[in-house]
């Protein structure tokens, strides 16, 4: 985030709706009149209230901005919302200001700014990071959020993506307010952080027709799963296999013998539900054997 277009790109802006909420002075809302002196263009009104929606953020949540600008995002969350948050900004005039208001606006203890390296933040605890920061530096960042965040954690970026980690979801909104760039739309991009897979696991069936042990070798690049079921001296491919923040979907076997596996993950412990041919439902357990390494598959590249 170093450098006036880096900046640019990180700033952030309220959303109408939230300035009709503030009082005015001198005909001027408060947050309007309390930024106005920052040089930098402003992101839309749509795309703040864009991303949050998206995000599904709510007051339960911790959320980590990383280039807060003028700490909107984080502001807008807290006064909208009841979420915490932390804003993370390399300019010091810019936190200065975030604080300045958010204080002002009476949510200093729900939404704090610092000054720091986004490369240096903590983000382990956050439910949702929210970015709009330059390709090159989403990728750099992307091992850091593939390895230290919880899965299901949740990441919005404006604009700009993450490479091969495609996302769980895009929405484009029309932006005729927007100063950057010559397309009047900005696309936001949302990725659940997936639990991390690869690796052997062990599980024990309790099919109707008796137990049956399994061995999974999965392999996994960021939502594709993949890898092999060895059971009775049998090798099964892993077919259609997804995974969706802490939740997992796979089958194998085929005809009257398939098994569609569901569940629900942290790194060293699978629990859920499977299906057979039949309809049949059955409860499974699997552990971790093996240590799969941080990340995932993908984040090697």
């Excluded at 949540?61 to 995002?73: A, C, Q």
């Excluded at 996302?167 to 484009?172: A, F």
């Excluded at 029309?174 to 760039?181: A, F, R, S």
């Excluded at 109707?208 to 009775?232: D, T, W, Y």
């Amino acid at each position: 985030m170093h450098g006036f277009f880096c900046r640019l790109l990180t700033s952030r802006a309220a959303p109408a709706a939230l300035l009709a909420l503030l009082l005015c002075a001198g005909g001027k809302p408060l947050l309007a009149q309390a930024l106005e002196e920052v040089p930098y263009v402003q992101t839309p009104d749509r795309v703040v209230e864009g991303m949050l929606d998206l995000a599904g953020v709510r007051s339960g949540d911790y959320l980590v901005d990383l280039g807060s600008g003028d700490g909107r995002i984080v502001i807008t969350a807290a006064l909208k919302r009841g979420t915490r948050g932390l804003g993370v900004e390399i300019d010091p005039r810019l936190v200065e200001k975030s604080r300045a208001v958010a204080k002002q606006l009476g949510v200093e203890a729900r939404a704090g700014f610092v000054v720091q390296d986004l490369f240096e933040t903590d983000i382990r605890s956050a439910d949702v990071l929210t970015m709009y920061l330059l390709p090159d530096v989403n990728l750099a960042l992307r091992p850091r959020i593939l390895a230290h965040m919880k899965p299901g954690a949740r990441i919005v970026s404006h604009d700009w993506d993450m490479g091969d980690w495609k996302p769980d979801m895009s929405v484009t909104l029309d932006v005729p307010e927007k100063k950057i760039g010559l397309k009047k739309t900005s696309t936001l991009h949302l990725w659940l952080v997936p639990a991390r897979l690869a690796g052997g696991w062990r599980t024990r069936v309790p099919l109707a027709k008796g137990p049956m042990e399994v061995e999974l070798e999965l392999e996994q690049n960021f939502q594709e799963l993949g890898g092999r079921a060895k059971s009775g001296g049998r090798v099964f491919p892993i077919e259609r296999g997804f995974v969706h923040g802490e939740l997992l979907f796979f089958r194998f076997g085929s005809g009257e013998d398939a098994l569609l596996f569901k569940g629900r993950a942290t790194n060293e412990r699978i629990v859920g539900r499977i299906t057979d041919a039949q309809g049949h439902e059955y409860p499974w357990r699997a552990l971790r054997q093996k240590a799969a390494g941080r990340g995932t598959e993908g984040d090697k590249k």
